[in-house]
């Protein structure tokens, strides 16, 4: 079984801290996303990857960055944590297919 | 303004009916489409697929039909069960990679016994 593990399940950072979500996926898939998920929203793409140091925005990236230094962690850095990064946020990876398999969360609350 | 759309914020039905669960989207260029599966506290997991070319696809007890005509698909429970309470997210993609995978807001289901 595909097994994407998140660092934390909950997070709480004050405003202006410099943020780390980790990622990490056991079963050599290329492919790696993270995504916000916020009420009435659904799952939002921040950033992605499709290979080591290689990073794509999505629709959200703004306040965010990643870095993918080794295939099977991908990380999600909020530089200066802020009230409206109050959020789920999912790692997923995939293998080429379309199909993503998802982490369980972290619940990160920015005071 | 939202291009997939999940206009039932939530959806109950009796352990035994058919549960029924719609998303509409925007862009008629969206040629893949998926639902997922959510329980509180874990990552959505896939559950079903359907490409532009298919009008159904079926998998045990669950089936998703695609309008295309419309820019409506759904996905059809039955029977439903307790354990298929969860919250259920629509997407849509322009390509078969996942780049570009659009969200719906998601319903939340919950099957009553």
């Known amino acids: 079984d595909v097994k994407v593990t998140q660092s934390s399940r909950y997070l709480v950072k004050r405003t202006g801290e410099k943020v780390f979500l980790e990622c990490v996926q056991d079963?050599?898939?290329?492919?790696m996303f993270w995504y916000r998920q916020d009420p009435g929203l659904g799952l939002r793409l921040i950033y992605f990857s499709y290979d080591v140091k290689m990073k794509e925005k999505g629709d959200i990236p703004e306040g965010y960055s990643v870095s993918r230094e080794k295939k099977e962690r991908f990380s999600l850095i909020l530089e200066s944590a802020s009230t409206n990064q109050t959020s789920m946020y999912l790692c997923?990876?995939?293998?080429?297919?379309?199909?993503?398999?998802f982490g369980p969360g972290t619940r990160l609350t920015v005071t | 303004d939202q291009q997939v759309k999940q206009n039932s914020p939530s959806l109950s039905v009796q352990e035994g009916r058919i549960s029924i669960l719609n998303c509409d989207y925007t862009n008629s260029m969206f040629d893949y489409f998926l639902w997922y599966k959510k329980y509180p506290a874990e990552g959505p997991t896939f559950l079903i697929s359907i490409s532009s070319i298919k009008d159904k696809n079926e998998d045990g007890r669950f089936t998703v039909f695609l309008n295309k005509s419309a820019k409506h698909l759904s996905l059809h429970i039955v029977p439903s069960q307790p354990g298929d309470s969860a919250v259920y997210f629509c997407?849509?993609?322009?390509?078969?990679?996942?780049?570009?995978?659009?969200f719906g807001p998601g319903t939340r289901l919950s099957v009553l016994p």
């Open positions: 997923a990876s995939s293998l080429g297919a379309i199909e993503q398999y």
């Open positions: 997407a849509a993609s322009l390509s078969n990679y996942g780049q570009n995978f659009v």
């Open positions: 079963m050599d898939h290329e492919n």
